[in-house]
């Protein structure tokens, strides 16, 4: 008798008659991995694969990029420009040259009134580089706002912070092929399979080829510390103790390589005196994590050949952020780990372009790295652009977290917010909600139309969106690649750069200045800014063409070079003006909103593989939304069973600030005391977070906060989420 599939229909693959494969890069993380879109006859794209030369992905692609095409014609996409005087009135159709006639009119009067500062402008990490550059320009040279920041704060800004404190300049120094180099990885708060599946991939291939020891410190038994040889669950907030505690261990047992900190560090003393307060033994009761395991890992770490630390928001979305980032520099400075194959401080990025805003928006000074405070900068910027030095400021201005802030005390007036959506991603909803109400005028650039912010909105400007343009990402490891315009513009949508562009054509300085029309030719001028020998964010040695044909170069690639560099900092010389980096002592301060009785659970928020951000993209993608359709919460079996909570019931999640209605789901990956919701849904965790700032970053603490858990009605709730789901 014949079993199996015989006389089943075969699996049919159907043709999907593929003419033509256009290169691009992701538009989600920022891994950066290289994409082909399949076009069909009738030019519409129709499937995505990895490409195979790429150095970064290997022919390789998670479950967000593999879809990717599906995204030009999703749900709420953006097709026409509106505009209403109040934001509780009917929008109405306006032409794009009527819509900047009215920005530019509206931002000058505001300007007029209130004075220059008195209009933010808020952009992102998920435009194109020629975007950022563009954007900067027009924002500090011709509007000449000084509030102009990014979600970046969210984001990067302690890792930037960090790394400009340790070393005098941002940029990671290391890249993804220190894996095949290391003896001894620590991963802080970084859920790699989850949140960069592509760089877990290229990790666990090299741990595959040569066994090293992997150690995940995180409160949660993530699916990469399932992977680990050491899990650290640490308490909260409290890796800079643990990070100081590790130096403690590292210089008490004289592991320490005292060649290169004679040789490249200044700080020494004073860094010694302050880790010798954090003995294993006092730290352990603040981090949670034993003193034999603080040992045994600082030996390990200082004893590996090569050791290296990567990092993601468990470090940079605290109030000691900054401070962690500097922990970890410093770890990797005693043990001489910086700049060497396999010995390196690598922040992971987290959008496709964050490393792009950082190098070029001028968000937090001038383009290339440069700061507003140095008056070299200022006058070789204005010198380049065509215009006054005087009219940039001499310091920068509100952070992305400060600007609401100032909107809601009534400073700030007019909001251009462009590709960042604040109504889902900010701490504490409510109040940025109201906050929006407050403004006078408020312009949301972004691809949907249906993005919660467009509710408060004067004005919805619809942008074209990833692969629908041309230009450049950076990504994780400094990696410069191509983005190419494989789909043309959605309805009326425009790119930003030519958003950017046509606004510019309404400020006086536009007549002095140059904003050229393409991508490359923006891209030309960049590379004019960044040359210099003492320059690392140098990409003077790259092209368009270049670019694509190696998948992707990183910086610096100087003029005349055929590869860019793969790590900074090689021969131990930093940006600080005696060349040396920074040992810098960390006092932790316990500032958080901790658990108590009327509040007894930890709230931790973050992410999950299928969705990316508030869900504008995967949310209307067939696959990624299946995985997870429904706002949810992890909650400990043991603490569910003592709340008398069942799994895959609706409860109330209650904290000072607001509440959310979450379904459960028990795992034992989350500790008793704590609680975890993916951020990714509307009126949800952002509800229920306080986002204490880090006092260097401004960046929030999304990941600390108390909630009480309440039973409800489970009929009403599961109406009201089919209801908020059919929203
Ligand atoms: N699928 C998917 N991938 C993404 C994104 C996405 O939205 N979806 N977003 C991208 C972006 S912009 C970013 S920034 C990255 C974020 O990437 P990750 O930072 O890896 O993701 P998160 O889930 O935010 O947080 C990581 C971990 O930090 C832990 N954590 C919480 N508190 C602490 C603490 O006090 N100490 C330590 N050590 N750990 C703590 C959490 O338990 C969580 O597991 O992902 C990028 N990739
Ligand atoms: N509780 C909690 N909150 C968090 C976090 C957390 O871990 N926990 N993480 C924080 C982090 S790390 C980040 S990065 C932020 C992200 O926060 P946001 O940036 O505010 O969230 P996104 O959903 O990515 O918003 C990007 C917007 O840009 C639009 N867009 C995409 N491509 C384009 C384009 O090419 N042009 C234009 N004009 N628009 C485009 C999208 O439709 C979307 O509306 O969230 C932060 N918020
Ligand atoms: S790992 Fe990141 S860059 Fe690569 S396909 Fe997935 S989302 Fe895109
Ligand atoms: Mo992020």
Same mark, same amino acid.
């Given at each position: 008798?014949?079993?199996g599939r015989k006389k089943k229909n075969p699996i049919k693959i159907a043709d999907k008659e593929i003419v033509d494969w256009k290169y691009t890069t992701c538009g989600y993380c920022s891994t950066g991995c290289s994409i082909e879109v399949g076009i069909n006859k009738q030019g519409k794209a129709v499937s995505s694969r990895g490409v195979a030369s790429a150095d970064v992905n290997r022919g390789k692609l998670c479950v967000k990029g593999i879809f990717e095409h599906e995204l030009f014609d999703t749900a709420g996409r953006g097709e026409t420009p509106l505009y209403r005087d109040k934001y509780i009135e009917d929008f109405r159709e306006i032409s794009?040259?009527?819509?900047?006639?009215?920005?530019a009119e509206k931002f000058k009067a505001i300007q007029e009134k209130y004075g220059r500062d008195s209009v933010a402008v808020i952009s992102t990490g998920q435009i194109l580089t020629e975007e950022f550059y563009t954007l900067g320009k027009l924002t500090r040279g011709a509007i000449g706002t000084n509030n102009y920041d990014g979600n970046t704060t969210l984001c990067m800004a302690s890792a930037v912070s960090g790394y400009k404190r340790s070393f005098g300049a941002d940029g990671p120094p290391g890249c993804y092929e220190d894996f095949e180099h290391t003896d001894c990885l620590i991963a802080f708060g970084s859920n790699l399979p989850e949140q960069h599946p592509i760089i877990y991939w290229r990790l666990k291939e090299a741990m595959e080829k040569r066994k090293f020891p992997l150690i995940v410190v995180d409160p949660r038994v993530t699916m990469l510390a399932q992977f680990a040889d050491m899990h650290l669950p640490i308490t909260p907030g409290t890796d800079v103790v643990l990070l100081n505690s590790l130096a403690h261990v590292i210089l008490d047992e004289g592991l320490e390589d005292a060649e290169y900190i004679?040789?490249?560090?200044?700080?020494? !003393?004073? *860094?010694?005196?302050l880790v010798a307060d954090y003995d294993p033994i006092t730290a352990a009761k603040i981090c949670g994590i034993d003193e034999d395991t603080i040992r045994n890992v600082a030996r390990l770490y200082a004893k590996a050949g090569a050791a290296m630390s990567i990092w993601t928001m468990g470090i940079n979305q605290s109030t000691h952020g900054s401070d962690g980032v500097v922990g970890v520099n410093n770890l990797n400075l005693i043990t001489g780990n910086i700049g060497k194959p396999g010995g390196t401080s690598l922040s992971i990025t987290g959008q496709c372009n964050a490393m792009g805003t950082r190098e070029w928006s001028s968000c937090s000074g001038l383009p290339g790295y440069r700061y507003l405070e140095n008056p070299e900068d200022r006058?070789?910027?204005?010198?380049?652009?065509?215009?006054?030095? !005087?009219? *940039?400021?001499?310091?920068r201005g509100l952070f992305q977290t400060d600007i609401f802030p100032a909107i809601e005390t009534g400073q700030i007036k007019a909001l251009w917010l462009v590709a960042s959506n604040p109504m889902s991603s900010l701490p504490n909803t409510e109040r940025i909600r109201k906050t929006l109400e407050k403004l006078e005028f408020f312009v949301v650039q972004d691809a949907y139309s249906d993005v919660e912010s467009v509710h408060y909105a004067n004005m919805y400007l619809?942008?074209?969106i990833w692969a629908e343009k041309n230009g450049c990402f950076t990504n994780t490891e400094r990696r410069v690649n191509r983005i190419t315009n494989v789909q043309p513009p959605y309805a009326n949508s425009k790119p930003d750069l030519?958003?950017?562009?046509?606004?510019a054509k309404r400020f006086n300085h536009y007549q002095q200045m140059n904003f050229p029309e393409t991508s490359e030719e923006v891209f030309e001028e960049m590379k004019q800014l960044s040359k210099g020998?003492?320059?690392?964010?140098d990409i003077s040695g790259m092209s368009y063409e270049k670019i694509e044909k190696n998948g992707g170069l990183q910086w610096p690639c100087r003029e005349g070079e055929e590869q860019g560099a793969q790590r900074l900092y090689v021969d131990g010389k930093f940006p600080y003006a005696d060349g040396k980096a920074k040992l810098i002592p960390l006092l932790f301060a316990d500032n958080n909103e901790r658990p108590d009785n009327e509040f007894p659970f930890w709230l931790n928020t973050g992410r999950v593989v299928e969705h990316f951000h508030t869900r504008t993209r995967t949310g209307k993608m067939g696959n990624c939304n299946k995985y997870s359709p429904t706002p949810y919460m992890e909650m400990n079996p043991d603490a569910a069973d003592d709340q008398g909570i069942e799994h895959m019931s609706y409860v109330r999640v209650v904290s000072r600030r607001s509440d959310a209605v979450v379904m459960v789901q028990?795992?034992?990956?989350?500790?008793?005391?704590?609680?975890?919701i993916p951020f990714h849904f509307h009126d949800c965790a952002n509800r229920l977070t306080l986002g204490l700032l880090d006092p260097y970053s401004r960046q929030p603490a999304f990941k600390q906060n108390a909630v009480r858990i309440e039973k409800i009605d489970q009929k009403e709730a599961a109406q009201r989420n089919v209801e908020a789901r059919a929203f």
């Open positions: 008798m014949l079993f794009w040259d009527d819509a900047f006639d009215t920005m004679n040789a490249h560090t200044n700080g020494y !003393e004073e *860094f010694k005196a006058a070789e910027i204005a010198e380049f652009w065509g215009i006054d030095k !005087e009219f *940039f400021p001499k310091k619809p942008a074209s030519w958003i950017f562009n046509q606004l020998k003492e320059r690392n964010l028990l795992t034992q990956r989350i500790p008793y005391n704590m609680v975890f």
